[in-house]
């Protein structure tokens, strides 16, 4: 059985798609904000169109127009200003101090201005700023680098300790998606020696608690259905600690309301969330309803867990095609080939598997009735019941990966070491592969 990623390459991993280094870091979600554009180039205005579609934007409503400063300053002679202005411009510095203390004179005192020029220079980036504009971004740059200038106006010292969002979603129900999602967070709170929480969103049917024996008065419910209470203390009383540092938000797992919630009803809890925690896993349940494809959207990271059998591929190729859309600026979703070998059962090879889904490599978890089995009952991580099992140092390899960090080194971890020096590849090689 293998024990490690595929590439629908083949074995060359250095020709697997790779997340470009801009998505490495977080980018805080920029707050319910009006954001007005006047551009100059096509190029420009194209990418204001990409920035507002990206999922770091979804809270923000965007405007884009043609005709530069000289179309800004008659567009506000006599209508209010935008939160947020971004102005685009080419022409001589002079004409361009001139233009912005006519605009100062219709700006209102909230409104932040970005300016978008040629010239990098540190005098006129100073200068502008001493003027009052809120940041000077010379071109050319990336769509990411210019979202996270945007953000860093209204986060600032915040976006250093945000937390990371990892969502968790089966391509099928049953697959292991939540045993994934729960054993990561385990893997990754040890592993990088960070505070973590789950949160369990599969509200009506969720296993969180029972998987980690805690029978919690409380949970996400409490939060989701008080938006306007909830803030630090409060989600602290709702939540459980099931180790030093990971601690559960678990579902209801009651049948006594239906739980059609509305498509950003979760979005409270997580910005709380982001805010105190370094890493927030979301097992999100097998469902496709405005509110599961919004918290997907808006994750950082995503994992989708599957099966080797034609539905689920079928699904998770779906899910991937369609998420990469909704994610246009990250990488796609990552892979984890669940349950393979299950005795006497015909399955698609990961080989065949990792072809057809054309999104990178995946990794292949082996089927292991009686490790799995035994966490369940128990109400234990696979790593309590078997510290050397191959899942153990996959999902440590992932956490790493997912957390944006690079493993202290990948052969040292046993039985994954020893099949990635069979195969040939680098020990770094899982680490690179997103
Ligand atoms: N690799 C595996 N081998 C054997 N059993 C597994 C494996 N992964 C998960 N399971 C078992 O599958 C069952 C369903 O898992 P669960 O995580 O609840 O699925 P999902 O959240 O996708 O519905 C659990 O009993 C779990 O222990
Ligand atoms: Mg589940």
Known sequence: MSDVSVSPHGDDFSQAPRA???????????????????????????????????????RTVTKTQMGGMTAALEAFRDKPTPNLLVIETSGARELLFRQLESLAAFCDSDTKLVVIGNENDIKLYRDL??????????????????????????????????????????AKGGVGASTIAHNLGWAITRSLKTQGIIVDLDLPFGTTALDFNQDPPQGVADAIYSPDRIDETFIDRLMVKCSDRLSILSAPATLDRLYDLPETAIDATIDILR?????????IPHQWMAWTRHVMTAMDELVIVTAPDLANLRNARNLI??????????????????????PKRPEISPVEFAKTLDAG???????????????????????????????VS???????????????????????????????LKKTSLAQNA
């Open 361 to 391: 490599p995946l990794i292949v978890s082996p089927f292991d009735a009686k490790l799995f089995g035994s966490a369940t009952n128990n109400g234990q991580m696979v790593e309590e019941i078997d510290p050397s099992a191959q899942i």
């Open 394 to 424: 996959l999902l440590s390899s992932l956490g790493y990966q997912l957390m944006g960090r690079t493993p202290p080194s990948v052969v040292k971890t046993g039985p994954i070491g020893a099949m990635l020096a069979r195969l040939g």
């Open 275 to 283: 805010s105190t925690t370094p890493v927030i896993i979301l097992d």
């Open 20 to 58: 470009s280094e801009e998505t490495e870091t977080q980018i805080a979600p920029l707050p319910r904000i009006s954001i007005q554009a006047f551009c100059e180039t096509e190029e420009f205005a194209g990418m204001i169109e990409e920035a507002a579609a990206d999922r770091r934007l979804t």
């Open 321 to 342: 095609q369609t998420l990469k859309t909704l994610r246009r600026n990250d990488h796609p979703p990552h892979v984890i080939l669940n349950t393979v070998g299950l």
């Open 129 to 170: 700023l001493k003027l009052g504009v809120s940041d000077y971004i010379v071109k050319p740059f990336g769509i990411l680098t210019f979202i996270r200038q945007l953000s860093s106006l209204y986060s600032g010292e915040v976006a250093q300790g945000l937390g990371r969002t990892i969502g968790v979603v089966g």
